[in-house]
Structures are given as structure tokens and as C-alpha cells.
């Protein structure tokens, strides 16, 4: 490329072939000088590294460009796959405190469900860290059931659950920072 951009250079400062520099040009002709002595101001050498910066320059500039681009996108992205967890993890915990405060629903499916709710929390280990309300204290303490009337007349089991809507609100805001 550097070669294409020196041949620009001096196609643009009327030197194409780089002829000027050569003894038998006839431009030359009449000077009293060797090839290789100065003449005057020696501007083709300048053009021709202004233009190889000013194209550096554009490339540069077009590289970071696509670089902020693409870093936006990968951001999205992230926040996308984590936001989707957390959704994740918020319905397997609701599952999981609706089967506990259930009288009829097995034992055997919240243990189930508790599995899957611990390999999802350590994805999000580092932000787990120092929650004031851990995952273990919500899948061992947390036995606050709401209304089973309500739970039939509207079918939400969003109800039940105290310590565990503690724990993903703290997770969602160190998640987001």
C-alpha cells in the first residue's frame, strides 16, 4: 500500500514517473546540477509523507469507528444474554417457591429446580459475591408463601417469597453496574 500512496503523491506534485530526480530529465536539462542536488524547496518528498499521514489518518480514524461499533454491539449483546439469565433465574426461583408453598406438588421437582437455579447463579458468581441475602439462605430460609386464594383467582404465582425477591433485586442492580 505505502507504494500506491507514494505514486499518488508524486502523480499529484507532477512528477509521475519520479523522473525529476533523475539527471536526464529534461526539465534538468538546463539546471547546472547533479541528480540528488537540491534545487529549491525538495517539496515532493513532503507531499508525498503528507499524503501517506492524511490516508494513514483516514484509516485510523475509519478502524476506530468500526471498533466503537462493534464494541456497542458486543455490549448489547452481553446485556441481552445477561438480562435473559436473570429472567431465567427469576422464573426457576418462582417455580421454585410456588412448589414449596404447594401441599400437593413433589418434593422431588423444587430439589430439581434448586439444581438448576445454583448452576445459573454461578454464572453470575462475581456478582454474587457479597449479596447481604445469599442463594442458600433463600433456598433454606425463605418460607414466606402468600395467599393460596389469590394464587387460584388470579393464577400468579409472583406471591410467594420474601428473601428470594430480596436476593434478585440486589442481583439485578450489581448486574447493571
Same mark, same amino acid.
Given at each position: ?11 499529484l ?41 492524511a490516508?494513514?489518518?483516514w ?6 469507528t468500526?471498533t466503537t461499533?462493534?464494541?456497542? !454491539? %458486543? ?6 444474554i &445477561? *438480562?435473559?439469565?436473570?429472567?431465567? $433465574?427469576?422464573?426457576? +426461583?418462582?417455580?421454585?417457591?410456588h ?10 421437582r423444587r ?7 445454583? !448452576? %445459573? ?6 456478582h &454474587? *459475591?457479597?449479596?447481604r441475602v445469599? $442463594?442458600n439462605?433463600v +433456598?433454606?430460609?425463605d ?8 394464587f387460584?383467582m ?16 440486589e442481583l439485578k ?5
Open positions: 500500500m505505502p507504494d500506491s500512496i507514494s505514486s499518488l503523491a508524486k502523480d506534485d507532477g512528477d509521475p514517473g519520479g523522473c525529476l530526480h533523475s539527471p536526464y530529465h529534461p526539465q534538468r536539462a538546463n539546471m547546472n546540477m547533479e541528480g540528488g542536488e537540491g534545487g529549491g524547496g525538495g517539496g515532493g518528498g513532503w507531499l508525498a509523507a503528507g499524503v501517506t499521514a490516508v494513514l489518518c484509516q485510523i480514524h475509519n478502524l476506530k468500526k461499533a462493534v464494541e456497542v !454491539k %458486543i455490549r448489547e449483546h452481553s446485556d441481552f &445477561t *438480562d435473559s439469565k436473570l429472567k431465567e $433465574l427469576e422464573d426457576l +426461583l418462582v417455580e421454585r417457591q412448589i414449596y408453598c404447594s401441599n400437593v406438588k413433589p418434593k422431588s430439589e430439581q429446580l434448586e439444581d438448576q437455579i445454583r !448452576k %445459573i447463579d454461578s454464572e453470575f458468581k462475581p &454474587t *459475591d457479597n449479596l445469599s $442463594l439462605k +433456598l433454606t430460609k418460607d414466606h408463601c402468600g395467599s393460596e386464594f389469590l387460584l388470579t393464577g400468579d404465582k409472583r406471591g410467594n417469597g420474601k428473601l428470594m425477591w430480596e436476593y434478585l433485586n442492580m450489581r448486574v447493571k453496574q
